[in-house]
């Protein structure tokens, strides 16, 4: 992830399967300490997303990085 931004696909998955509003993401991005804090652990902290919900968006990058880098 780049400084202040999500890929599209990040963006849209958590749109669509965690029910992220834009204005959600904006928050966590333009709150961000450092660049390149986790956006995840951030939604969590932030109380926008469940434990359930930050592993369902681990595992989601995790199969991201498996089909970039087989």
């Not at 400084?3 to 029910?19: K, R, V």
């Not at 956006?39 to 990058?61: A, E, F, K, N």
Request: charged share 15%; net charge negative.
């Amino acid at each position: 992830m780049e400084n202040n931004s999500i890929s599209t696909e990040f963006s849209q998955f958590l749109q669509q399967e965690m029910a992220l509003s834009r204005d959600d993401l904006a928050v966590v991005i333009n709150n961000q300490r450092q660049p390149g804090d986790p956006i995840p652990m951030l939604l969590w902290q932030y109380g926008l997303i469940s434990v359930t919900q930050l592993q369902r968006i681990w595992d989601w990058l995790d199969a991201q990085i498996y089909f970039q880098f087989p």
